[in-house]
Structure formats: structure tokens, C-alpha cells
């Protein structure tokens, strides 16, 4: 027992020791844990998924910024540290004084050890070996050079004077003062502040140019690179010096004393949130918008009658799809699955009345659908997929709109001006604007017109085309846990039809119009990347997943109101487009009744974490739910369903539910929609068939 005791007391008084010598250098040390936190979590692997397809520069400014990041890591904590504790060569009286000073020499080393390792391992988790193993090595040799450092330094100025001696050494006075520090190492601070300045001031002016330069893989690391100056300089100015009697015999600075800088910004942030005004969340308005009246369920029901083309029999195919959320993997699946039945059956569009979309499906569907009213859109488009998939002109250029880094713009937004306005609340651009303007500037990029989303509103589309589907975009209220709808539809004069549910323009101020980026985005707000999106009244919008995951629901009651409407004049037909691997053919709807499935045991943490668990996957099972009544709504009337999914491949990662993904995972979407594996093939046939008259 005394054994035990004194291996207790030895290790608490290596744990003090250690708090003592981290508190000075606490903020290199928390960035270094975020950056893992966020880094080596199932979403934060995926900022390097795309890395080993995108340019060398893109690689290279990766490859940078973690030398930026753990080279911040690494001087910030070596400058407080000495600041703190002055000269590392000068005797210091504390009975563990040995221990002391081997922390204070390499406490900054593995630091910046720690920056390499969490980048090295972030490569490893998505895939990326090759770049991870170079990381690892540039960590080593970094190490070994910080390690040499002081010994490299004194044989270059060694009997030195003038310049060479002040761009290396400390002059002479306090080594505890910032006027001792040698003169690189005050240009290094100038240049840090500099390019702090500089770096938010192109992040708040232009996000999505600031992330795309970099890409997705490089910004946070960056984002990381510029946190470290500024949260150490503040622990600095926190710091009262002065020093503290430790024992008979041992002085060391009190380095407990002054303001807690984190805790102090953990509140500022939390005061500020009780001012609703502060917010920078709200929903973009597009500006002098034209006014635009929207038609009833009943009334778009007559219009598609008019222009669907009709069968032998008299009757006409009524088209309704519910297209589930995934992040960009759901919108670039459903673009891939819509536009390759728009390619084969030419009428297609005119027999698709609406699509209910959610999160990443909702922006597909917002894609489509905008392609869908381009009237040249078969001189405009091309081929691409390459020469094993070749794909048509709907499917390719809805592919190269999705075929961008959505992640890199609203991550940069969110390390610089996002965060920014948590403690300085004056109007910063926040991260859902930085998203939605890379949606935007996507349709130039893939070689569209400017201002095809940039400049015309959401319900824009619907007057400028001879006839497009009609899109039902879900989004959950927070206040109420309710649905609401962003579409080209009256639904607050369709609330028969659409029952429970709230009409995103009877939120928005009178005669508000937003663009078709903010319509697919209030559907996509999924924590954190989005924020919770705040309406004129103060209430807040989040991702319709929450509320239920497949858009099925409103599917249902947009197909059983044209059944209703129509009656036998129509064929009703229901698609359901899933893409979540982890759901396999017993998960989805079927003609016979079945038991569900048993789920995998999750036992750890069970007592605090059920209801948590039991929460998120509810919006799952609702969803599963609400795509069996659709395709019973759809069958007992005489119609057909069809449904599309993604599947598991042995052997390949699962595509990411970010908002970029790998060119590995466009080409396997491409090759599933034509697999036979999936059963995708098979529905493909049977859905061409009927919609060609069978």
C-alpha cells in the first residue's frame, strides 16, 4: 500500500509539473486537441478525401499549411515558455528542477510533433497512405531540426556581431521582455500579424475564392495556423508575471495568475448569443427581386395535365420523387439518377410533376430542376465519365455543377469571420452565406451563365421555362419541430394537401424572394458546417433531415393530392432515391409486409447515450416509414415504384456526407446507377419502360 501511495503522489506531482509548464503554451496544446477532436471524427476525415485527385498546388499549399500549423504550434509556445521562465541555460531553484527543464525545453516540440501527427493520421483515416506517410516523415525531420536548433543557431553566430548576432540571439536585459527577442523572431511576428489581417480580410470578402485556393484539405489546417498567434498573444497580455515561493529553496513565475483567457471567451461568445440581433444567421433576401405569384397544388396539377404527354390508354404517368439528405453525395446521386432517366426517356420532365427533396437531395434536386428549364441544354451539354461510362448531357453537366469542393468556402468562413462575430458582433459574413455563394459560382465554373442562381430568384425559374417540375424543398422548424416547405407552390394554400406544414415564404418578410441556393440550403443546414438559419421572426430553420430523412412524406401527400385531383386520368408513379450504404434492400420498402431488422448493439455509454441514439435514429425509421406509405399510395392506386440506392462495395470506403467528395466516389456513383449488384440497373429498365408506354 505505501508502494501504491508513493506512485500516486509521484505521478500528481508529474501532473503538476506539467500544468505548470503547459499553462503559458495552453493555447498551442488546445488547438493541437481541437484540431485532432475535429480532424480524426468520422466527418473530419473527409477534408482530405479529395486530396490525392486534386492539383499539385492544391497539395502543395496542403502540405504548407501543416508546416504553418505545427511551426505555429511550435514558436508560440516556445516564446511564451520563455517569456515565462526566462533563460533555459540559467539554474533554476525548485526540487524537481531537472524534470522542469526538460519539460520546458520539449513540451514546444511535441506540440509541434502533435500538428504532423494529427494531420499524418487524418490522411491515414480517409485513405490517403502515401500523403500520410509523408507527413509523418516531415514531422520526424521537423523534430530532429528543432531538436538541433539551438545548436545550429550558436555555431552560426558563434563570435558573431552586428547582424548576424541580433537576427539570432536574444541582446542583452530581462529574457523574460519582449524587447530581448532576436530580430527574426520579431519579424516573424510582424509577418503572423500581417498575414492574420490579411487572411481574414480575404475570408470575409470572398470565402469561397479563399477556400477553393487552398481546398478543403489545406483551410482548416490554415484556419488552425492563424488561431495559435492569437489566442497565445491574448494569454500573454493575461499575464501578470511577478512570481510565486514554492518551497524554502525554489522560485518560479505564478503562472496561475491573471484574467482565464478561455473561459473569458467562452462567455463573451455565450453573452452575445442572448441578443438575437447580434446574429449573423439570417436568411439571405436577393435584393429588388421581382414579385411572383405561386400556384396552388390544384392549380400546377391542371397545368402539368396539360402539357404531360399521354399514353395509349389515355392516361399519363404522374412522376413524383422523394430524394433522401446525405450532404453531396445525395445531391450529386440524385443529379446522376435524374439526369440519366432525362437522358433515355426525353419526356421525362414533363411527366415529373414534383420532387421532395432533403439536405444534400434538395440540392440535386434544385439542380435538376434548373437544368431541366434550360431549353438548350442539349446544344450545351457534352459527354463526360470517361470511356468505360458515358454518360448524356442532363447527367454530365449535373455532375460538373456538383463536381466542386463545397467544403472549403464555408469551413474558411467559419474559422475567420464565423468566428469572428461570436466575440465581435458587427455583421460578419457567416458560413452559410460562403456555402451558398459556392453553389452559386459552381453553375460558371461547370460553364453556365453567371447568373443562372446568382442573380434571379428561386420562383424565377418556374416563369422563364415552358414547364418545369415542381420542387417541395423540407426543412425542420426549431421552435416547433414542424416541417417547412421552400417551393415554387402555394403551400400555405395548399394546406390540405400539405398538412402540419409551413410555407417558407409565409416566414420571409412580405414580398421577400430568395435565390435557389438559400431555398436548397434551408433544406441542407446539418450542424456545423450550416448553422441553424434565423427568419424575420426571430425563429430558426435547421436540416430537414431532423424531421424525417427521405422527403417522403411530402412526396406521399403531393401524390395522393394529384391522385385525388386527377383520379384515373394518371398513372401515378413514385421514385424513392436513397443513398445511405448502411441501409441494404431489407431496410426499404417491399410489397409484403416484414419485420424490421435487428440493429448493432450500441452498449457504450448506454446509460447517459440511449436517448441521444434513440433520437437521431428515429428520423431514420421515420423516413423508412414514410417511404412504405409512399409506394403503398402509389401501388393501391394502380401505379408503380421504383427506388434507387447506393450500396457497399468490399473493399471501398463508403462516399463521404460532407460537402466534397473523391473522384473514386463520383466514378462508383456512375458505375452503381448501372449495376446490377445494387439492383439499380433493373429499376433503371423498368422505369424507361414505363415511361415510354409500358
Not at 370 to 390: F, H, K, Q, S
Not at 423 to 434: C, I, L, Y
Not at 673 to 688: F, K, V, Y
Request: glycine fraction near 10%.
Amino acid at each position: 500500500m505505501d508502494r501504491l501511495l508513493e506512485i500516486c503522489a509521484r505521478l500528481w506531482q508529474f501532473l503538476r509539473d506539467l500544468v505548470t509548464v503547459l499553462r503559458p503554451c495552453r493555447f498551442s496544446a488546445l488547438v493541437v486537441a481541437a484540431g485532432a477532436a475535429l480532424l480524426l471524427s468520422a466527418q473530419g476525415v473527409e477534408f482530405t478525401v479529395r486530396l490525392p485527385s486534386e492539383s499539385l498546388a492544391k497539395t502543395a499549399w496542403f502540405d504548407a499549411c501543416v508546416f504553418l500549423w505545427a511551426f505555429q504550434s511550435w514558436y508560440w509556445a516556445r516564446l511564451l515558455l520563455d517569456l515565462t521562465f526566462g533563460d533555459r541555460d540559467a539554474p533554476l531553484a525548485h526540487p524537481r528542477a531537472a524534470r522542469l527543464k526538460k519539460m520546458i525545453v520539449h513540451a514546444p516540440r511535441v506540440v509541434a510533433a502533435g500538428s504532423y501527427l494529427v494531420a499524418a493520421a487524418a490522411c491515414a483515416f480517409a485513405g490517403t497512405w502515401l500523403i500520410g506517410a509523408v507527413l509523418a516523415l516531415e514531422g520526424a525531420l521537423f523534430y530532429v531540426f528543432l531538436v538541433l536548433r539551438k545548436t545550429l543557431v550558436n555555431s552560426f553566430a558563434a563570435g558573431a556581431s552586428g547582424w548576424r548576432r541580433s537576427l539570432l540571439l536574444r541582446s542583452d536585459g530581462d529574457p523574460r521582455s519582449l524587447r530581448s527577442l532576436p530580430r527574426l523572431s520579431i519579424a516573424i511576428l510582424g509577418v503572423t500579424l500581417a498575414c492574420e489581417v490579411g487572411l481574414t480580410v480575404w475570408a470575409c470578402v470572398d470565402a469561397v475564392g479563399f477556400g477553393w485556393t487552398f481546398g478543403a484539405a489545406a483551410v482548416p489546417f490554415l484556419g488552425f495556423s492563424m488561431l495559435v498567434p492569437v489566442g497565445s498573444l491574448l494569454v500573454l497580455w493575461s499575464s501578470e508575471g511577478g512570481g510565486k515561493r514554492l518551497g524554502e529553496t525554489s522560485t518560479l513565475p505564478d503562472t496561475r495568475r491573471g484574467y482565464p483567457v478561455i473561459t473569458l471567451l467562452l462567455l463573451v461568445a455565450v453573452a452575445w448569443s442572448f441578443f438575437p440581433a447580434l446574429d449573423n444567421h439570417a436568411l439571405r433576401i436577393l435584393p429588388a427581386a421581382e414579385k411572383r405569384g405561386a400556384p396552388k397544388l390544384e392549380e400546377a396539377l391542371d397545368r402539368w395535365r396539360g402539357q404531360a404527354p399521354q399514353r395509349q390508354d389515355g392516361t399519363a404517368n404522374l412522376v413524383v420523387v422523394a430524394t433522401a439528405g446525405g450532404g453531396l453525395r445525395a445531391a450529386y446521386w440524385t443529379a446522376t439518377v435524374l439526369g440519366a432517366v432525362q437522358d433515355q426517356a426525353r419526356d421525362f420532365r414533363r411527366q415529373l410533376f414534383a420532387i421532395s427533396g432533403v439536405s444534400g437531395g434538395s440540392l440535386g434536386a434544385a439542380v435538376f430542376a434548373t437544368l431541366a428549364g434550360d431549353a438548350g441544354m442539349y446544344e450545351r451539354g457534352g459527354r463526360c465519365g470517361g470511356p468505360e461510362i458515358i454518360t448524356g448531357p442532363y447527367e454530365c453537366n449535373g455532375q460538373a455543377v456538383l463536381s466542386r469542393d463545397f467544403l472549403a468556402p464555408p469551413v474558411a468562413a467559419l474559422l475567420f469571420p464565423d468566428l469572428m462575430q461570436r466575440f465581435f458582433p458587427v455583421g460578419f459574413p457567416d458560413r452559410a452565406k460562403a456555402l451558398e455563394q459556392s453553389w452559386e459560382r459552381a453553375w460558371s465554373e461547370a460553364r453556365f451563365p453567371d447568373d443562372t442562381w446568382r442573380d434571379r430568384g428561386f420562383r424565377a425559374l418556374w416563369a422563364e421555362a415552358p414547364y418545369v417540375p415542381a420542387l417541395l424543398l423540407n426543412s425542420t422548424h426549431v421552435e416547433t419541430g414542424k416541417r417547412v416547405i421552400a417551393s415554387n407552390l402555394d403551400i400555405a394554400g395548399s394546406a390540405a394537401v400539405f398538412r402540419d406544414a409551413y410555407d417558407l415564404y409565409a416566414l420571409l418578410p412580405p414580398g421577400a424572394e430568395i435565390r435557389a441556393s438559400t431555398a436548397a440550403h434551408t433544406s441542407a443546414r446539418f450542424t456545423y458546417v450550416s448553422p441553424a438559419g434565423t427568419l424575420a421572426d426571430g425563429t430558426h430553420l435547421v436540416d430537414g433531415g431532423y424531421f424525417e430523412n427521405f422527403g417522403a412524406v411530402t412526396a406521399r401527400e403531393a401524390l395522393k393530392g394529384a391522385i385525388d385531383r386527377l383520379g384515373k386520368g394518371i398513372r401515378p408513379i413514385a421514385v424513392l432515391i436513397s443513398n445511405d450504404p448502411e441501409l441494404d434492400e431489407q431496410d426499404l420498402p417491399s410489397r409484403e409486409a416484414k419485420a424490421p431488422r435487428a440493429g448493432k448493439s450500441e452498449a457504450a455509454g448506454a446509460e447517459v447515450l440511449s436517448p441521444l441514439r434513440a433520437l437521431l435514429h428515429t428520423r431514420d425509421a421515420r423516413g423508412l416509414l414514410a417511404a412504405s406509405e409512399l409506394r403503398a399510395v402509389a401501388e393501391q392506386s394502380g401505379g408503380l415504384y421504383f427506388q434507387f440506392r447506393l450500396c457497399k462495395e468490399k473493399g471501398e470506403a463508403d462516399p463521404a456526407l460532407g460537402w466534397v467528395l473523391s473522384r473514386e466516389s463520383e466514378d462508383r456513383m456512375r458505375r452503381q446507377l448501372r449495376s446490377e449488384a445494387c439492383g439499380n440497373a433493373a429499376q433503371m429498365r423498368s422505369l424507361l419502360e414505363a415511361l415510354r408506354g409500358g
